[in-house]
């Protein structure tokens, strides 16, 4: 909600919010109306309404609509509000936590086949020579490791965490980072640490493979430090 007129909107947003509370389980007008009693677009609307849904004043419920107060116990929060809520080096710490076992379990699974694909993936990666390209075979590296699993769940969870990158806040903060490492420090030490992943899982070792994949993460944590990100909590106390 940086813009003037997001601040605008979200200031009107409240207002109406505060007149409906006073009825429990009062319900706000559909999104088209509502952009539409409030003079903006609705993409300006779903700005306000997750502002405010983060500081609960309203929730939310897909199909059902959109509702004043707090949410009522047993509603689980959408994954959404809590991914935007989340700082990137927070997102750091479920990689490390999730993305180790994925590739140890791809180690004892992979045929040789799929590992060929990963080595060749990480080799591609080397030659890379602009940001995009790099990124899009990095992001297609570690969700093959997820899909040498077969894992549907695991899968899944790799997916929704490369979702989590397109949000703004990872972007501004990865901007910064790539800008202090540069295309070429970025390539080649992911390269090498790509590698040394698509080895171990070739040769069928799920605590290198595990191990490697820890090292990789924790060389993207330091970099992010290293460019002003300050650490996760549960970091800070083992560092």
């Known amino acids: 909600m940086a813009s003037k007129r997001g601040q605008v909107v979200l200031s009107e947003l409240r207002g109406l919010v505060a007149e409906l509370a006073s009825e429990v389980g009062a319900r706000l007008p559909a999104e088209r109306t509502l952009a539409r009693q409030l003079g903006c677009s609705r993409e300006t609307l779903r700005g306000a309404l997750q502002v405010l849904e983060r500081e609960g004043e309203l929730w939310r419920h897909v199909g059902q609509g959109t509702f004043c107060g707090p949410r009522p116990l047993g509603h689980p929060i959408r994954e959404q ?13 479920a990689r490390m936590t999730i993305e180790p076992s994925v590739a140890a379990e791809a180690a004892r699974l992979a045929t040789a ?3 060929a694909y990963l080595a060749d993936l990480a080799q591609r990666g080397r030659r890379a020579r602009t940001r995009p390209e790099s990124e899009q075979l990095d992001a297609t590296f570690h ?29 501004r903060e990865w901007e910064l980072t790539y800008r ?13 640490q790509h590698e040394a992943i698509a080895a171990a899982i070739s040769r069928r070792e799920p605590g290198r493979a595990a ?10 944590s330091e ?3 290293a460019a002003g990100l300050p650490a996760a909590p549960d970091q800070s106390r083992r560092a």
């Open 180 to 192: 202090r490492l540069g295309v070429t420090e970025f390539t080649e030490r992911h390269s090498v």
């Open 211 to 220: 191990a490697a994949m820890r090292r990789h993460l924790e060389t993207i």
């Open 81 to 93: 509000i809590l991914v935007q809520g989340a700082a990137p080096m927070q997102l750091m710490q």
């Open 223 to 225: 970099a992010m430090r």
């Open 113 to 115: 086949e799929q590992a």
């Open 143 to 171: 969700r093959g490791i997820a899909e040498v699993t077969g894992n549907p769940i695991l899968l899944g969870l790799l997916d929704f965490l490369a979702g989590v990158r397109r949000h703004a806040a990872w972007q």
